[in-house]
């Protein structure tokens, strides 16, 4: 490949990834549940931007399918089910978090740091971008952080899938071509089996306690 | 002859098959006929991988078997065989009391040789990417039995193991991922292989820093999947939740199908750093689980509960024995792997036939004398548990001791003490609570159950099995969980 070219795609994947990276934050500080799926679709489509990217560059025939498959799965149709439960079982649109936003955003900011310093021994590792397995990780730890900060289950299902884009971004950062498509179909198909039971789970759970409080999943103890 | 993939695809099949036999009977038949095959298949394989080359591989190296894999088949396959048994019974009582519908036992009986077929595509694939989304494939069917019953207890449990285990495999993904990149060579423009086969060999040119990294991010995930502390929070959850076969399987061998798992990992890090970091952090874990698991033995009050805390100890003690690594101790890792497999599953079905005819899994509220209402079950129970806690002439006792004198042979004196206490601890637990339910009179008065033979067959298979492979291992066993247990040890 051309040099220019080169540094034309590590820009962008860089770029790519740091937006991937600022949607995750606006998750954190966003108390809209509808708004937070939008903003997980958008952070779905930066990453199937830098999956095309990658096999335009390169004239990596299978990483196109792996783009396309996230535009499908991950921005369209996860979004458009999340949509779907939400409506059907009328749930309040705002949602509680543990932290109030500014404690949150500092824990992340937090989290950011930490997540460069661990990966910061493996630069010299990664194939393409700048920084881009510091995004992953960090994308992983705010992922977590959401997931105990928001105790409704719709929202821990979308942390999950956040952290699920991060591993994603890991993936196509460290090994320039991503996984071999046989894994990646594996990994797409498990994710939308995942959304689809706990979607099941959801339903069950809204009957039986009229709410899709998590604290409120507390019964069980020793 | 090909072996591999008939193993995988029988149960897929016979999943399938369920989904459209509408009699309840047929499905039940479905099932044990599925598993009987795949047991017979594992016996196949169990030869198969003892002539050389000591591998088997089908379609283009995609499955790959090797001593350590043939095992694995065998005992998923053993205790899916014996559910499968005890399960018919069991969900006929419970029709019969209304507690479950003609769908949900539907959906047992697809589900399940959906969870067992996944189980065996983890331990059969040569891929590490297909390993994971077997994994995940074989949580996703769990979790749906976890919640067959639908009561907001079971509810809750299947939301607790469904979010902690896809968090733990998430991180394993990473950990996955991470160990791929280790192995991408940056002159080439080759995609590196996803296959163990290939990572073994180049064992030596990954990148360590790299494979360190992946194996902590692997432990705790698949650790997580595994139930080691203090990660296993859903697991005394989801097995007293599950309906009683169901959590057969799942403390049967899910959990150390997930240990296998981390066992793969675990081989490749010790061979590419030539250093014990993951065996100590195994062993470390190890012992964490079994100090966790016998306060909570003690002093717990519910059947299944009690029962998932005691699998919580004896997953320790593998990890423990695996992470001592001297041959002895790894050997006798695997066989505790074996008898654990082979009484849990009798314990959890007794605890079933006592939960439908007291209707609670409160040991407070079942009240003593369970000898007397429920004779042959509570046989069956006390005898399981005289193996689960470590008692001659069970297997589990001689597994103990084989553990316990390699640790204290290869001069791990403190570690195989404390291993020794929590044993004890656990033993006194047991011992203690379940003497307090089977024994003496009956306190409470029940309707005598007619049918006392209920999960008879079932609990004597597994208990039978037990009884023969305690006294008397056949050479060819002997000689596949030697074959395993230097596959573990890095066959130096």
Redo the contacts between chains.
Sequence with gaps: MHPIQSELATQWITLLAAGMLVIQLLMVVQGMLLTNIRLFALQSLMLAAIAAIIAYFHNATHVYWVAGLTLVGKVFFLPWLLNRIVRRIQIHQEIEPLLNSTASMLLCGAFTLLGYV?AR??TS?E?LGNNTLGI?ITL?LTG?FL?FNRRK?IT?VLA?LT??N??ML??VA????G??L??EL??F??VL??VM??G??VY??RE??ASMD?DK????K? | MTLLSPILIVPAAAALLCLVVPWRRMMEGLNIVAFAVSLGLGVGLLHAVQAPPCVVTECGEFFRADALSAWMVLLITVVSLGTSLYAGRYFRRDLAAGAVSAWQVKEFFVLTPLFTAGMLLVVLANNMGVMWFALEATALSSVLLVALYNRNTSLEAAWKYVILGSLGLALALFGTVFTYAAAVDKNSTNLPSFNWSHLMAMAGQLDPRMIKLAFVFVLVGYGTKAGLAPMHTWLPDAHSEAPSPTSAMLSGVSLKVALYALLRFHILTTACLGSPFSRHMLLAFGLGSMFLAAPFILVQTNLKRLLAYSSLEHVGLICVGVGLNSPVTIFGALLHMGYHALTKPVLFFAAGNIHQTCHTLQMRLMGSGLVKVLPLTALCMGLAAVSAMGLPPFGLFFSEMTVLSGGFASGHTFVSTLVLMALLAAFCGILYQLTRILAGSPKVTRQTDARAFDGVPAMGFMLGTLAVFSVWLPAPLLGLMERAGHIIGGAQ
């Design positions: 661990v021994p493996f590792l194939q992953a992983l977590f997931m289950a821990q999950l952290v699920e991060g591993v890991a993936a460290l090994t320039t071509y996984m071999p046989v894994v594996g990994i198909f498990d089996v995942a039971v706990l099941i789970l069950r759970i039986t306690f998590v999943l507390s019964q069980l020793g």
